[in-house]
């Protein structure tokens, strides 16, 4: 099966890529613009360009049996800095997916489409976007809603996901053991909020079973509904001497889901293979052997890096210095 990875250069892409690069039976060609690497060493066929280089994403398009769509300025606060590009990328991107392409396609869409909702929401439950991020993302589903596509709505991502693609150090997992080594304390803000989490390597393993599958539909994809502060307290068992300091929740926290991962399960074998403390101990050993040596750097935080780079969303041509 020759797939092409759309946007599989990131933090997700990364370890698709290697997945299925390692998998027989599978021909990969990542096609990415870097908007956050320098470079791209990977031994695997790559094509850089942006999605709204029509004619040469159909060229690779033509090429593939399958496409893994990755392609999005992912986040809340990162949709927020340009939401008409966000637009752009995330949804009207995937539209003209839509109608240019007719065989399989694996998209990641979010949990964040369901918003605050005090239950466990399965694929069916009420909607509720509260943000550009979430909102795009349910348009662009709705655009793939009859098309041969399995859509992977994801819960909040952590762990390191292979060895080259840049780490993403603003999600909760991430910012939580990273502060618990560089700072030696963690700020929970409320902590009764639940997110639903997975591992990122778990996610290619999803993309397998998905590309192995005749299903199609909508999918809801994590292991384990987590209240923050006892998040906060498991990343204690991995750093003894961490302060936890809970205090009264701000409004931008007030996010509050829980997703149930059973139709995955059910449908397409879906197992996740790695826990919360595997991706603790993996980026505590990065930080702590000195293989991330700025933790401030803005690279790995999307909102801060585009606050920065702003510039490389604007245009589909980059020049190459």
Not at 168 to 192: H, P, Q, S, W
Not at 266 to 290: H, R, W
Request: glycine letters at 6%; aromatic letters at 10%.
């Amino acid at each position: 099966m020759k797939v092409l990875i759309v946007g599989g250069a990131g933090y997700i892409g990364g370890c698709i890529t290697d997945f299925l690069h390692a998998t027989p039976g599978f021909e990969v060609t990542v096609f990415d613009s870097l908007v956050y690497e320098i470079q791209y060493r990977k031994e695997v066929d790559f094509v850089f360009g942006d999605i709204r280089e029509r004619d040469l994403l159909k060229n690779w398009l033509d090429w593939s049996d399958a496409v893994v769509w990755l392609a999005a300025v992912v986040g809340d606060g990162a949709c927020q800095l340009n939401p008409t590009i966000a637009t752009e990328l995330n949804q009207e991107s995937v539209k003209w997916l839509a109608e240019n392409y007719d065989k399989r396609i694996i998209f990641m869409s979010t949990c964040s489409v369901y918003g605050t909702q005090d239950k466990e929401l399965d694929e069916e439950s009420p909607k509720n976007p509260l943000s550009v991020y979430a909102s795009t993302k349910l348009k662009a589903e709705d655009y793939l809603k009859d098309k041969n596509a399995v859509i992977f709505r994801l819960g909040t991502i952590f762990g390191v996901g292979d060895l080259f693609s840049r780490i993403r150090l603003d999600l909760v997992v991430n910012i939580l053991t990273t502060n618990a080594y560089r700072l030696g304390k963690i700020k929970v803000f409320g902590g009764d909020q639940f997110r639903p989490l997975l591992h990122v390597k778990d996610i290619a393993l999803a993309v397998h079973l998905a590309l192995e599958s005749d299903a199609t539909g909508i999918f809801n994809l994590c292991r384990q509904n987590v209240r923050i502060i006892d998040l906060a307290y498991q990343v204690r068992n991995h750093f003894p001497d961490l302060i936890i300091e809970q205090t009264e929740m701000m409004f931008q926290d007030t996010r509050n889901y829980r997703v149930t991962a059973e139709k995955a399960k059910q449908v397409l074998k879906f197992k996740p293979a790695y826990s919360i403390d595997d991706g603790i101990e993996e980026l505590k050993y990065l930080i702590e052997t000195n293989r991330i040596v700025n933790l401030e750097d803005p690279r790995y935080t999307n909102v801060s890096y585009l606050k920065e780079n702003e510039e490389l969303l604007h245009t589909a041509k980059r020049a190459i210095k």
